[in-house]
């Protein structure tokens, strides 16, 4: 297939095109760079544009007949979208809406849309079911939902035929380590302990360690990101016109932010110091998968299993590229 994929010089998105090409896939990626790296991409790939500029969608898919579309892009900063809300609602809710806008005029009816758990926001129970009510906490879960939203409407006018995948914690890197996560400001957990062991931070702290949790510290689903990858590939080949799947990508095992400290300090033999601060705005304490139903009807079975042999991969990446793409 043709494949368009957005966001793809970004940290998910660029796993999923080195998976998509080495499946035999024609795969171009449309980026601004605003978050993404060149240097991420295949050579000779990258498309550069930006979503919220309709003239260049137009372009690119008159270039190109494209078969299905990755939607990858997106603003995805949890505090920034509280404070800056507009920008956020512009960026993925009217840049998905433009790339749907150019994708029906270019009648392209498949698109597989990057979705999170921030849209079930604080859920009731654990592990999370699909069916479960989806009631996002910030405007970033808003985004994703209001878009989640439209994809089922499209999907019943126009014959759309989508995956809405909703990740849990993207983590990990290429088994290689030639690409990995590099987030600027980084803000999540497993890059930033890995920044004290490089040495490039004095310690880490731990966002409150009186959760209810069995340790008391905030319990996710981290899932590697070629694991993620898998799953778009097996969503790909199974959207049909005019109808949607909605799924939960996640391993279904939780892992403690103390367990994930101590899984880098034995990967890394750096003794990682740790400070215990007050909560961060907005944590549930625990998010983790009930990832059955993708499990079943992508024929999908996650390779990385446990937090270890995730961090292992991120340190493989950390060590080699102590300053990401930038050196
Ligand atoms: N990382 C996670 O843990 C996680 C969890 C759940 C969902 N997601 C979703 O997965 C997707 C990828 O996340 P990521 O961590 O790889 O983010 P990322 O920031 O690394 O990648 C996003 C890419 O989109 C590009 N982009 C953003 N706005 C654009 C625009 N208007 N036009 C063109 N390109 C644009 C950026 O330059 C970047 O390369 C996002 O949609 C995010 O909301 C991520
Ligand atoms: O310095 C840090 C950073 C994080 N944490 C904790 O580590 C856990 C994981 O935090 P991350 O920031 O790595 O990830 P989140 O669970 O906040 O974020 C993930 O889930 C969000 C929805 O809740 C979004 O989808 C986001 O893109 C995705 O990375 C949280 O309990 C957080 O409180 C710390 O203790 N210290």
New binding site residues.
């Given amino acids: 297939m043709k494949i368009l994929v957005t966001g793809g010089a970004g940290y998910v998105g660029s796993h999923a095109v080195r998976l998509l090409t080495k499946a035999g896939h024609d795969v171009w990626i449309f980026d601004n760079l605003m978050n993404g790296y060149k240097a991420a991409t295949p050579a000779g790939r990258l498309i550069e544009g930006d979503l919220l500029d309709q003239n260049r969608l137009a372009e690119v898919f008159a270039e190109r007949q494209y078969d299905a579309v990755m939607h990858f892009a997106a603003l995805?900063?949890?505090g920034v979208s509280v404070t800056d809300p507009a920008t956020y609602y512009r960026n993925n809710v009217v840049g998905t809406l433009n790339l749907l806008d150019a994708m029906r005029a270019a009648d392209v009816n498949k698109i597989v849309f990057s979705s999170?758990?921030?849209t079930y926001g604080t859920p009731d129970k654990s592990p999370i079911t699909e069916g479960m009510k989806q009631d996002p906490i910030?405007p970033?879960?808003y985004t994703?939902l209001v878009i989640e939203r439209a994809l089922d409407d499209y999907a019943h006018a126009y014959g759309l035929g989508f995956a809405a995948l909703r990740?849990?914690?993207?983590?990990g890197a290429a088994e290689d380590g030639t690409i990995g996560e590099d987030h600027k400001p980084e803000?999540?957990?497993?890059?930033?302990?890995l920044q004290v062991a490089l040495g490039q931070r004095q310690e880490?702290?731990?966002?409150?360690d009186d959760?209810p949790t069995p340790d008391g510290?905030?319990?996710?689903d981290y899932i590697h990101v070629d694991d993620l990858a898998t799953a778009h590939l097996a969503a790909l080949e199974r959207l049909q016109p005019g109808k949607g799947l909605k799924l939960n990508l996640g391993t279904g095992a939780g892992a403690?932010?103390m367990e994930?400290i101590d899984a880098c300090r034995r990967e890394t033999g750096h003794t990682i110091p740790h400070k215990v601060?007050p909560?961060?705005a907005?944590?549930?304490a625990e998010?983790v998968a009930d990832a059955s139903l993708a499990r079943k009807t992508l024929d999908w079975t996650p390779k990385y299993v446990g937090i270890e042999p995730i961090v292992k991969s991120a340190w493989k990446w950390h060590k080699s590229h102590p300053n990401g793409y930038g050196g």
């Fill in positions: 995805a900063y949890v999170t758990c921030a910030n970033y879960g994703k990740y849990f914690n993207a983590s803000t999540h957990l497993i890059p930033l302990i880490i702290t731990v966002f409150g959760y510290t905030c319990v996710r403690s932010v994930v601060a909560r961060r907005g944590d549930p998010l």
